[in-house]
């Protein structure tokens, strides 16, 4: 029986896609749920699987092809001929091979790969699924907990750019190598400019003593850590005070619709995460109503699947305010750029210790500054100096972020 292999349903935000991997040609036997093509928009990349047991009889659109949302992509013949194709094309196994063979057979193809990926033995991962099924999420939990192995003194090589992946030169060479701009940062690039473009941004500045959270962080961290199973950072305090700061100076929550403003009763915070196909921004979803660990595990959980590429188009959709922390690269000031179509964008930074006077005597502080940009044609000046101090009040005083005063 001749199936047709479609491509997904895109979202609205999603107009077209590229194909950007076959990992079956035609004529190779195909197991059920097996990965057949990466499919590349300019938010995720989607992965489509086989539909039954079979065998890839055509590909109807090639590497590097857009195609839209359900259009035909390739056909598929199901049934015992697949079943014979590999059989035939698989030499006999001893006793050890079938029992691997038997051992894959619990491990769900998606799951299997994003373990090959990340170096993982899926013997050491305990399945949740029907049956002892090794699910994705079992291979994600795996992930996160990985233990980071000690470096010891690597040899010095060449490595390519963030920005680059997979490009490198020799030392001395003076050859240039032309890659194809992916569909991810094309549409990053877009944004950036479109965010210039139609917006009159302006960035406003502030710093923050950040000695009471750490203090209170190194109080609380082995604890909070035992009790709710997550090392507690910095990130899930800026949240919480840019959520409070957001339900004070409503403005900086809102967005332009023509010529309507949209304020939103709720707080959707993006927080940008960077990852091996460019900077996204996945969404803490009613942020108001998460605690610290709840925003702590979140985030975690966003960082596992940017790192396996395995954020979808719904942990990215929407988004109310952005908040993006390029201190953890060593940056000690920038001007972020919005997210369109936001108003607003927190900016974090390095922890520096710097002498400051406090009461009239010069004391050594760990200090962070902040940066807001904002969308002048929304938000007056007042409103944006006012959000940061309110978030500098709340990070020196943390206790604030719980009394929500």
Do not use: C
Request: without cysteine; glycine residues 8%; hydrophobic residues 45%.
């Amino acid at each position: 029986m001749t199936i047709e292999i479609k491509a997904p349903t895109f979202p609205e935000s999603v107009a077209d896609g590229t194909i950007a991997t076959w990992h079956k040609q035609p004529g190779e036997a195909v197991s059920r749920d097996e990965l057949i093509v990466d499919i590349e928009t300019d938010k995720v990349v989607l992965e489509v699987v086989a539909p039954a047991d079979g065998v890839l009889s055509e590909i109807v659109k090639g590497e590097g092809e857009t195609i839209l949302s359900e259009e035909i992509i390739a056909k598929f013949e199901a049934g015992a001929a697949g079943t014979k194709a590999a059989a035939e094309s698989t030499p006999a196994v001893n006793e050890a091979a079938a029992s691997t063979s038997s051992e894959d057979a619990l491990v769900s193809p998606a799951a299997r790969k994003i373990a090959e990926e990340n170096g993982i033995n899926t013997a050491t991962i305990s399945g949740t699924g029907k049956g002892g099924r090794i699910t994705k999420e079992d291979v994600l939990n795996a992930v996160k907990n990985k233990p980071v192995a000690p470096v010891s003194a690597p040899a010095v090589e060449r490595v390519a750019p963030v920005s680059a992946p997979g490009v490198s030169f020799d030392a001395g060479d003076r050859e240039e190598k032309r890659v194809p701009m992916t569909r991810l940062r094309a549409r990053i690039a877009e944004r950036l400019l479109e965010a210039q473009h139609d917006a009159a941004m302006l960035t406003t500045f502030n710093e923050v003593n950040m000695k009471p959270v750490m203090e209170l962080r190194k109080q609380y961290k082995d604890k909070f850590e035992k009790v709710h199973g997550i090392k507690l950072g910095f990130m899930s305090f800026f949240v919480k005070a840019a959520v409070e700061a957001l339900k004070r100076i409503p403005a900086v929550n809102a967005s332009i619709d023509g010529n309507d403003i949209v304020y939103h009763g709720y707080q959707d915070v993006g927080v940008a995460v960077s990852s091996a196909r460019g900077l996204v921004v996945p969404v803490l979803r009613n942020a108001e109503h998460m605690s610290l660990a709840e925003v702590e595990g979140k985030i975690g959980d966003y960082g596992v699947k940017a790192k396996a590429g395995k954020l979808t188009i719904e942990d990215m959709s929407g988004g109310t305010f952005t908040i993006s922390n390029g201190g953890v690269f060593g940056s000690l000031m920038s001007t972020p750029i919005l997210n369109p179509p936001q108003a607003g964008i927190l900016g974090m930074h390095k922890i520096q210790e710097r002498a400051m006077v406090v009461n009239g005597q010069i004391e050594i502080l760990p200090m962070m500054y902040l940066a807001l940009s904002y969308d002048h044609r929304l938000i007056d000046g007042k409103e944006a100096v006012t959000f940061l101090v309110t978030i500098k009040e709340l990070l020196e005083d943390p206790a604030r972020i719980l009394l929500e005063i």
